[in-house]
C-alpha cells in the first residue's frame, strides 16, 4: 500500500490534503462510536424518569343528580372587587369546567375544542370578544352561551360561581375593561342576582336517557326508527352518512332534534339547535365545517326519517 506523507507547508499550500489527512482519523472515530453505541444501547434508551402528564390532560366527571333551587344572593362587590377567594374559587371551577374546551392556560387550546370552528376563546387576547369583556358581559355569555360558536351556557351553576369563573379568566387580561355601577344594576336588575335566582335541577348524563324514555315513550319510538333508517342507509346514502360522520353519539343527537322543531325551519335555526350543549348533545363540532348545501341536504333528510 503507497505511504502517504505531506510536509506542513504543502499542508496548508492545498486544504485538500489536509482533509485527505485527517479522514482516517474521523472515521475511525465515527465506527468507534458506532460499536460503542450497539454496545450500549440498552443503557441508553433506559428511561429513569417516570413520565409526567400534560397538565391539560382532564378527568370528565358527569353531573350529578340536583334539584331545582334557589341560589344564595350573590354580594354585587365581588363584580367590581373580586376577593381573592374568589379568584381561587374561579381558578378550581375552571379547571374543571372549562378548561377542556379553553385550555389549561385560557388559550383557547383544549382537546375538546380542536374540531370546533370558530375555536374557543383565548382569553388571552384582547380582540373579537363578540359580547365583550366587561365582567357583566362576559357573565351574559355564560349565562347564555353564544349560538352556532360551541360555546354553551352555564346556567345550571350558582351565579357566584359564575362570577368567580369570570374573575379568574379576568387575570389573564391586559387592562381589562371596568363595570360602571349602571353596567352592574342593570345585570342585577336582569337577572335579580343580588335576591337570589333559580337554578335548574341536574341529570347525570348516563341516567338522562333512562329518564327521557319514561317521559317521552313516543318520541323515543321514533328516534330508534329513524336511527335504524340511518344505519341502513349510510353505505348508500350520502347524507346519512353524513349524520354518522358529525355525530358522536348519534341516539343523543337524533333526542336531541326530537326535542325542538326549530331545527326543521333552516340552517340557522338547525345550526344553533345542534350547537347548544355541543358534544354533550351527540354532536360533534365538525358540524361547522359542512357547507350551506350539505346542511341542507341534511335537514332535508333528517325531516324524512324523523316524521
Known amino acids: ?20 489527512a485527517i479522514y482516517p482519523y474521523f472515521l475511525v472515530v465515527i465506527i468507534g462510536m458506532g460499536f460503542f453505541y450497539i454496545d450500549h444501547t440498552n443503557a441508553i434508551v433506559q428511561n429513569t424518569v417516570p413520565p409526567k402528564l400534560a397538565d391539560s390532560v382532564q378527568e370528565v366527571t358527569d353531573l350529578p343528580i340536583a ?3 334557589i341560589a344564595s344572593a350573590v354580594d354585587m362587590k365581588l363584580f367590581s372587587e373580586p376577593t381573592p377567594e374568589l379568584i381561587a374559587k ?21 382537546a375538546a375544542g380542536v374540531a370546533l370552528n370558530p375555536k374557543p376563546r383565548n382569553f388571552h387576547a384582547a380582540d373579537g370578544w363578540k359580547n365583550g369583556r366587561k365582567v357583566t358581559e362576559i357573565y351574559n355569555t355564560v349565562q347564555k352561551g353564544i349560538a352556532a360558536s360551541g360555546m354553551p351556557g352555564f346556567d345550571y351553576l350558582p351565579p357566584t360561581d359564575r362570577l368567580a369563573i369570570i374573575q379568574f379568566i379576568r387575570t389573564w387580561m391586559t387592562d381589562p375593561p371596568k363595570d360602571s355601577p349602571v353596567d352592574i344594576s ?8 343580588s335576591a337570589g335566582t333559580k337554578v335548574p335541577g341536574t341529570v347525570p ?22 336511527l335504524s333508517k340511518i344505519a341502513v342507509a349510510q353505505e348508500t346514502n ?15 343527537a337524533l333526542i336531541t332534534l326530537a326535542n325542538s322543531s326549530e331545527w326543521t325551519k333552516g340552517e340557522k ?11 354533550e348533545n351527540g354532536f ?6 359542512l357547507s350551506s348545501d350539505e346542511i341542507a341536504n341534511l335537514i332535508f333528510y333528517l325531516k324524512g326519517v324523523t316524521v
Not at 9 to 14: I, K, Q, V
Not at 186 to 193: F, P, S, T, V
Not at 284 to 289: A, T
Open 1 to 20: 500500500m503507497a505511504k502517504f506523507t505531506f510536509s506542513f507547508s504543502e499542508l496548508l499550500a492545498n486544504p485538500i490534503k489536509i482533509m485527505a
Open 67 to 69: 334539584d331545582e333551587k
Open 90 to 110: 374561579g381558578k378550581e371551577l375552571f379547571q374543571s369546567t372549562c378548561s377542556s374546551c379553553h385550555g389549561a392556560e385560557g388559550k383557547g387550546d383544549g
Open 186 to 193: 342593570a345585570l342585577d336588575g336582569q337577572y335579580g342576582l
Open 205 to 226: 348524563i348516563a341516567n338522562a336517557e333512562v329518564f327521557y324514555q319514561k317521559a317521552n315513550g313516543n318520541k323515543i319510538t321514533v328516534v330508534n326508527a329513524a
Open 238 to 252: 350520502s347524507s346519512a352518512k353524513l349524520f354518522f360522520d358529525i355525530t358522536t353519539n348519534q341516539k343523543k
Open 269 to 279: 335555526e338547525f345550526i344553533a339547535v345542534v350547537a347548544d350543549n355541543l358534544n
Open 284 to 289: 360533534s363540532g365538525k358540524i361547522f365545517s
